[in-house]
């Protein structure tokens, strides 16, 4: 059974920090091209950072400088250390798996607020 389970969200101040994390399970992760997505209330999901199997990453622009993606493949895990965190980062981040198949965690929150 394919899974992927995030975690790490939750409330932060503006300016502040957070790490994401995504534990997959089911798949042979190092072939696989990882990606943070996030959707925002009233908004369309869009992807804001993506890792290859290689390594290559790429980013959204409005979260570039900021954000990072990274890959553990010894622990089948996906991270999305993010700083400077503003208001208009408030969303739900879903993380998701892709080589044949595209797979979704069931997201977790991030509320960016004062």
């Known amino acids: 059974q394919v899974q992927l389970v995030e975690s790490g969200g939750g409330l932060v101040q503006p300016g502040g920090s957070l790490r994401l994390s995504c534990t997959t399970s089911?798949?042979?992760?190092?072939?696989?091209?990882m990606g943070w997505y996030r959707q925002a209330p009233g908004k369309q999901r869009e992807l804001v950072a993506g890792?290859?199997?290689?390594?290559?990453?790429n980013y959204a622009d409005s979260v570039k400088g900021r954000f990072t993606i990274s890959r553990d493949n010894a622990k089948n895990t996906v991270y999305l250390q993010m700083n400077s965190l503003q208001p208009e980062d408030t969303a739900v981040y879903y993380c998701?798996?892709?080589?044949?198949?595209?797979?979704w965690g069931q997201g977790t929150q991030v509320t960016v607020s004062s």
């Open positions: 998701n798996a892709n080589y044949m198949i595209n797979v």
């Open positions: 890792i290859t199997s290689s390594g290559r990453t």
């Open positions: 089911g798949i042979i992760f190092s072939i696989y091209t």
